[in-house]
């Protein structure tokens, strides 16, 4: 079936360094891509998404690019900062399957002053 | 716009124990789902309901684990009996269509103990 794997974490960046968490997925259909967010405390947020190949989802200085040749949809950000400091969760959903979501295992990053 | 709201936010029980959860979703979504977050793992899709019937239920522990969605508005989660292995996080999400690339919006989630 649909799966999701993301880099393990924890993830710790000094501010202004350049971000990166990897994420692949194993699909039989043309998913639709996603990034959610969970800050402390908080529920999960759409952070981001991509509905086909080459798509660009940005939002909040954060970047994925929808790779269909490599299977992937990398996060990134040029500068985090210290509240970027959450859990980053790739997702994916196949609108042929009822649009639920399948995750990864999340990816927690802590940015340090 | 009111969020997803759920109810409570935390539950302790002893194994054994029967427990509920409600979610009341965003005013006019007609699709609610029920998602099980173990620590460290991401969400994982318990039951998808679309209305007051059922779309998705095949992850769902048919065995203890129930779920209804009366009028095709708030919905209950109930476990019983509880095991150890239920403790996790919660959550309820719904999106205002079926299918598709539309958001889907979370509730806070209900941490569950199983002692």
């Known amino acids: 079936g649909d799966s999701v794997t993301q880099m393990e974490g924890p993830v710790t960046l000094s501010e202004e360094a350049f971000l990166t968490i990897n994420c692949t997925y194993t699909a039989t259909g043309y998913p639709s891509l996603f990034w959610y967010v969970q800050y402390p405390g908080e529920g999960l947020q759409l952070l981001l998404k991509?509905?086909?190949?080459?798509d660009k989802g940005s939002n909040k200085g954060f970047e994925a690019t929808y790779r269909k040749e490599t299977t992937s949809f990398h996060l990134e950000k040029g500068s985090v900062q210290v509240s970027d400091s959450a859990v980053y969760f790739c997702?994916?959903?196949?609108?042929?399957?009822?649009?639920?979501?399948?995750f990864g295992q999340g990816t927690e990053l802590s940015v340090k002053p | 716009e009111a969020g997803v709201a759920q109810s409570p936010r935390y539950k302790i029980i002893e194994k054994r124990q029967s427990v509920a959860f409600w979610c009341n979703p965003i005013s006019g979504h007609a699709t609610l789902y029920w998602y099980q977050q173990i620590l460290g793992q991401g969400p994982k899709l318990l039951i998808q309901?679309?209305?007051?019937?059922?779309?998705?239920d095949s992850q769902l522990p048919k065995d203890r684990f129930s779920a209804e969605r009366l009028k095709g508005v708030d919905s209950t989660l109930k476990i019983q009996p509880a095991k150890l292995e239920d403790s996790a996080v919660y959550l309820c999400?719904?999106?205002?269509?079926?299918?598709?690339?539309?958001?889907?919006?979370f509730g806070p989630g209900t941490r569950l103990t199983v002692l």
């Open positions: 999400a719904s999106i205002s269509t079926g299918t598709g690339i539309n958001e889907q919006f």
């Open positions: 309901f679309q209305n007051n019937g059922v779309v998705d």
């Open positions: 997702a994916l959903s196949d609108p042929n399957q009822g649009g639920k979501l399948i």
């Open positions: 991509a509905t086909k190949a080459d």
